[in-house]
């Protein structure tokens, strides 16, 4: 079983100059979604008989509201649930969690390329600094984020 786990995120500077030049700050939430596309990665501890990593290749936003949402439904009991890139073709996964021994199980539905078992503080606890930082540094590649009501509602991070 892998343990440690580091989430992390990459916007090409040409998607960032595009997306500056329209004009965001009164974008919606589902707008939000559809800028700041990029990658995510996320790397679990190496292990030779199983993949290691994940590459989401999404909107950054959009994701980052999935990943709240998986953690509300798994933290309020319901273990089996699913996240999704807007495009529903790419970055489809399954995620099933067993209380009793913290395991969180993560499959990729699409094409059943990988399998990963993780304890699920660990992902939880990689991701609550993953958006944390990841959030902190949208809003200096965004500036118009501080005054976009929706960002400020649904991103919050104090």
Request: hydrophobic share 35%.
């Amino acid at each position: 079983m892998m343990n440690k786990i580091f989430f992390d995120y990459k916007i090409d500077l040409f998607v960032i100059a595009q997306d500056n030049q329209i004009d965001y700050k009164e974008y919606e939430l589902y707008q939000l979604k559809g800028i700041c596309n990029g990658r995510i990665y996320i790397f679990f501890d190496y292990d030779k008989k199983k993949r290691n990593f994940m590459l989401l290749e999404t909107g950054i936003l959009d994701y980052i509201l999935q990943f709240d949402n998986l953690f509300s439904y798994l933290d309020a009991g319901n273990y089996e649930t699913f996240t999704v890139s807007g495009d529903y073709y790419s970055n489809n996964l399954s995620y099933i969690y067993s209380k009793e021994n913290d395991t969180l199980e993560i499959h990729d539905v699409n094409s059943d390329l990988y399998y990963i078992t993780c304890k699920y503080k660990d992902f939880k606890k990689a991701y609550e600094k993953f958006r944390k930082k990841t959030l902190l540094e949208l809003i200096t590649f965004y500036p118009e984020f501080k005054n976009n009501k929706y960002f400020i509602e649904y991103f919050r991070f104090d």
